[in-house]
């Protein structure tokens, strides 16, 4: 057993130097564990993040969600990714979210050896074993093109993995108990909860997206698909094309939500934007839709997402809800979030504000808006359709069109 310290005061010219700072750890041969503790004095002001990269890749972050973590071959705590702990050289990866005037002194301890209490382990085990399957409501069907149908989702859940207060198995409760036939858990900086997925969709029935939300502090990303981890360190403007190359789409999170805004210049835009987003809290702000505008309506397919995090979140998963427009012969939790990736990839959503809320979505050559009596259609050129009935059917036109009241509350787009 060995032990590797630091201890420093670290100050705001380390933070403008790099957000990021990374502490050495010799791993030797046959290895049997890593236990890491950050240290951190109630200092006001002082947010700081921690996480681990392996001598073979990147293996979890915590960000400010944890404070101690630990390996072994078999195990580790929750939102980082047990195995083998290769030897050589490991890094303590510190972030400096927050640093106050004066600085802050931190201490971090590494040591290798056995480990006998991974942190977190027992604790996520038992609370994933005491959630029951919840019963779903009645399923909503929605209108749809030929050889299509529409299914409903979430892109954009938290578990004990990251800053999440609950595992994986409650979002999936949440999903079924909310209509979803998908949801995407989108842990931050880590691809440790996609090993639970499979399982977990099955025994829910709920299809479970594997996703990460790629986090800084200028800006969050989710990266959607079985990719292995994206490296939040680099440019941001490497994220499009490194997704892509893996066969995975991207989407930027809520870019216009206060300290977590999109603020990162890019060469090329990814192919997906959530749009819709938990914190649009006053229906009316047309701030949202004017980024999206702004954006370029163009190529720019729009997603939903509840960012649920805990029990006293006033915005369930599935509020708001992405209606995905699948191919008709996708079933089951197997099947549909591929589906529904390939879906995302044709530009085939439409949004609403919950599962039964009133929507607008596409069916051939038409547009319908279900549920919405007394509304208005606005198309991409500014054209005004009243809406009268609980289903009526439009001409569909190509490009992006808004559903909203007549006092100018938004209530569905369809892309």
């Excluded at 900086?189 to 299809?207: C, D, M, Y």
């Excluded at 190529?299 to 995905?324: A, E, L, R, V």
């Amino acid at each position: 057993m060995a032990v590797t310290s630091y201890r420093r005061r670290w100050t705001l010219d380390d933070r403008a130097e790099s957000v990021w700072h990374s502490l050495p750890v010799d791993i030797p041969a046959d290895c049997a564990g890593l236990l890491v503790t950050l240290t951190v004095p109630p200092v006001e002001g002082a947010v700081i993040d921690i996480g681990c990269e392996g001598a073979g890749g990147w293996r979890g972050w915590s960000g400010g969600a944890r404070q101690t973590f630990a390996f072994t071959p078999e195990a580790a705590t929750p939102g980082y990714l047990p195995g083998e702990l290769e030897p050589g050289t490991w890094w303590v990866v510190l972030g400096l979210h927050r640093i106050p005037l004066e600085g802050v002194e931190l201490l971090v301890e590494a040591t290798t050896g056995p480990v006998d209490n991974i942190p977190g382990l027992n604790e996520y085990a038992d609370a994933t074993a005491a959630i029951a399957v919840p019963q779903r409501p009645p399923r909503r069907t929605l209108p749809a093109s030929s050889g299509l149908k529409w299914i409903a989702g979430d892109f954009h859940a938290h578990s004990l993995h990251s800053d999440g207060s609950t595992p994986v198995a409650n979002l999936a409760a949440l999903g079924v108990s909310a209509g979803l036939d998908v949801l995407a858990v989108t842990d931050h900086n880590t691809v440790a909860h996609h090993a639970e997925l499979p399982s977990l969709s099955k025994r829910f029935g709920i299809g479970l997206i594997p996703g990460q939300e790629v986090t800084t502090d200028t800006g969050h990303a989710n990266a959607f698909g079985e990719i292995g981890p994206i490296d939040f360190r680099q440019p941001a403007a490497t994220w499009v094309s490194e997704v892509a190359r893996r066969g995975g789409l991207l989407s930027i999170n809520h870019p216009l939500g206060g300290d977590c805004a999109w603020r990162h210049p890019l060469p090329e835009h990814p192919p997906l934007a959530e749009i819709w987003h938990s914190s649009w809290l006053d229906h009316t702000w047309g701030g949202p839709i004017a980024w999206w505008q702004a954006w370029g309506l163009e190529g720019t397919t729009p997603i939903g997402g509840s960012d649920w995090h805990n029990p006293t979140s006033f915005t369930p998963p599935g509020t708001p809800t992405t209606w995905i427009a699948v191919d008709a012969d996708a079933e089951g939790p197997t099947e549909l979030p591929t589906a529904t990736l390939e879906a995302l990839s044709a530009g085939r959503t439409a949004l609403s504000w919950s599962y039964t809320a009133p929507v607008l979505v596409r069916a051939d050559d038409e547009l319908i808006a279900l549920d919405a009596p007394n509304t208005l259609v606005i198309t991409p050129d500014g054209t005004r359709h009243p809406i009268h009935t609980s289903q009526a059917h439009l001409p569909a036109t190509p490009g992006p069109h808004l559903l909203i009241t007549h006092t100018g509350n938004f209530l569905s787009a369809c892309a």
